[in-house]
């Protein structure tokens, strides 16, 4: 089965940092083009930070020079690293995949269940 699975989503204050993760099963997973996308309540998916099989990544303007996005392809993992975090990136974060490179638009084929993100200020 094709499964992206978030973990480490949680609360920080503002200024803090978390990181998350994104186990991924699927075959010949090294070769995807990864992202994480945000969403809070009303709002609609933006795109955070992508990444493609080279590990070249993107990165959305608002999160320029505080996320990290990595990918661990020994492990079948993907990452975010996120610091200097705001009380606007309160969301549901979402690991996501695909074989085509959407970078950062939301249509990429395979979503996790997402994980939240609380940021109090």
């Known amino acids: 089965a094709q499964v992206l699975v978030e973990l480490g989503g949680g609360s920080v204050q503002a200024g803090g940092s978390l990181s998350l993760s994104c186990a991924v099963s699927f075959y010949k997973s090294s070769r995807l083009y990864m992202a994480w996308f945000c969403q809070a309540p009303g709002q609609e998916r933006e795109g955070v930070a992508a990444?493609?099989?080279?590990?070249?990544?993107t990165y959305g303007d608002s999160v320029k020079g505080r996320f990290t996005i990595l990918r661990d392809n020994t492990k079948n993992t993907l990452y975010l690293q996120m610091t200097s975090l705001k009380p606007e990136g309160t969301a549901a974060y979402y690991c996501?995949?695909?074989?085509?490179?959407?970078?950062?638009?939301?249509?990429?084929?395979?979503w996790g269940q997402g994980t939240q993100v609380t940021v109090s200020s």
């Open positions: 996501t995949a695909d074989s085509r490179d959407w970078l950062l638009l939301p249509r990429y084929n395979y």
């Open positions: 990444i493609d099989s080279t590990g070249f990544p």
